[in-house]
């Protein structure tokens, strides 16, 4: 599903576009489209014919989350460490060890 889609898109859309109970309070993610899923159900089930319609929907569900929760996590992390962003330039890294360490 990566070779198809963004992050992003995975990120803000489901398989069905129904609201599952854990997320009632949350708002519902628009539905990928019907005629995709089910082209990636029919390769998918070419590839590897021993799985299910269910099987394979649930498989493209987790990823979906999994992009949602990674997705969420990069945009906390570019607000709150907008740095952590811009390159850096290559330099000599400081000597942080002490040279005269305290006496016990």
């Not at 990928?32 to 590897?48: C, G, N, P, S």
Request: a positive charge.
């Amino acid at each position: 599903m990566q070779s198809l889609y963004s992050t992003e898109f995975m990120a803000t859309h489901s398989v069905t576009g129904a609201r599952s109970s854990s997320s009632k309070y949350r708002e519902t993610k628009p539905a990928m489209d019907r005629a995709e899923v089910q082209a990636i159900l029919d390769v998918t089930k070419h590839l590897f014919p021993d799985m299910t319609d269910t099987l394979i929907r649930r498989m493209m569900g987790q990823k979906l989350n999994n992009c949602t929760k990674k997705f969420a996590a990069s945009r906390v992390k570019s607000e709150f460490y907008p740095l952590m962003n811009c390159p850096v330039s290559p330099g000599p890294i400081p000597n942080l060890a002490l040279t005269n360490p305290p006496a016990r």
